[in-house]
């Protein structure tokens, strides 16, 4: 051990209006997300309180990893432990193996000339193709 000499410990109370950076877990869903997944339930006659979008990660692309989502019925992914969210009655399950890519991201949905659809606005990607089909962790 070393010898401090006279140093003294000095408690620094936390500035009062100073920002916390608090980690995001989770998949948060846009209202219009939410509104797009009943409006395609509701086109398949399939009732959103027992169905949802899926979301997984595959392997794939010139990055690593992509998206593959799908509506599908709730009750199999709880029993095989996916995660499930909620948000204005829809529901979005992300896959057990895939959370680990897309927790502390943002489910929405886009309109396009160039194409409408789900989008995952994920702050873990570190690198995309040029494509916009695949990304890195």
């Known amino acids: 051990m ?3 000499g006279d140093v003294q410990k000095v408690f620094v109370p936390p500035e009062k209006n100073k920002e916390q950076v608090i980690p995001v877990k989770g998949l948060a869903i846009t209202d219009y997300a939410a509104t797009k997944i009943k409006e395609f339930l509701k086109k398949e006659k399939k009732p959103f309180k027992k169905f949802g979008l899926k979301i997984g990660v595959k392997p794939d692309g010139c990055s690593g990893h992509s998206y593959v989502m799908e509506l ?5 992914s709880e029993k095989a432990g996916d995660k499930i969210f909620h948000h204005n009655g829809a529901t979005a399950i992300v ?3 895939g ?3 897309v927790a502390g991201s943002t489910l929405d949905y ?3 000339l160039t194409g409408s659809g789900f989008t995952i606005l994920n702050p ?3 690198n995309f193709c040029s ?5 890195g962790v």
């Open 131 to 135: 494509c916009g089909s695949s990304f």
């Open 99 to 101: 959370y680990f890519y």
């Open 95 to 97: 896959e057990k193996l």
């Open 124 to 126: 873990n990607a570190k």
């Open 110 to 112: 886009i309109d396009a």
């Open 2 to 4: 070393s010898d401090c």
């Open 72 to 76: 599908i019925e709730i009750e199999p």
